[in-house]
Each structure stands twice: as C-alpha cells, then as structure tokens.
C-alpha cells in the first residue's frame, strides 16, 4: 500500500475537520496510550514508502477509508469534532488493531 494514498486521505479528511483528537483513536498506539498525532503519522508516512495492507499501519489506512466513507455516507457537516471522534472510535471497533 503507497504511503501517498495514505497522506491523499489525511489530507481530504483535515480539509473537513479532522483532527489529532480524532486520529489517535484510530491509531494503534493508542493501545500505549500514547497520543499519536496527525503531524507525526505525515512525517512518518514520507519516511516510508509503502505500508503491509495487513499491518498496523495498513490498518490505520483503512480506518481513515471507514471514516471518510462514513463521513460522505452520512452527509455529516464540516468541522465538529465530536462526530469525527465518533467515527475514529467505530473505525477502531469495526477494523481492529493486529
């Protein structure tokens, strides 16, 4: 899996509102308890070039699909958080970490 696609998601997702307190819920590292951020998992992203679909990474790319389908879906409004929040955790029940 291209990391590009992953940052091409990020990217249409921040553009609606999406933000870090929404996407550490949907990162594996939560399970740390560790607060991953969206700048991090960017730079992290163009450190790599590709992900195992059936990585943790590869999970949080089709976690951040979930969300963004959801999102469109549902034809919920920009920027509220809470419903971004919301869709982080379905995404982490529905797609579970390895």
Not at 19 to 33: G, S
Not at 83 to 92: K, Q, S, T, V
């Amino acid at each position: 899996m291209d990391t590009m696609q992953t940052l091409a998601l990020l990217d249409k997702l921040t553009n609606l509102g999406f933000n870090d307190e929404a996407f550490w819920r949907l990162h594996h590292f939560r399970q740390q308890n560790k607060k991953e951020s969206i700048a991090s998992f960017r730079r992290y992203c163009k450190k790599t070039s590709t992900f195992r679909r059936e990585g943790p990474n590869g999970r949080v790319h089709e976690r951040l699909v979930f969300v963004l389908n959801k999102y469109r879906e549902h034809y919920l409004p920009h920027g509220q958080t809470n419903i971004f929040i919301g869709l982080a955790e379905a995404a982490f029940d529905e797609i579970p970490p390895v």
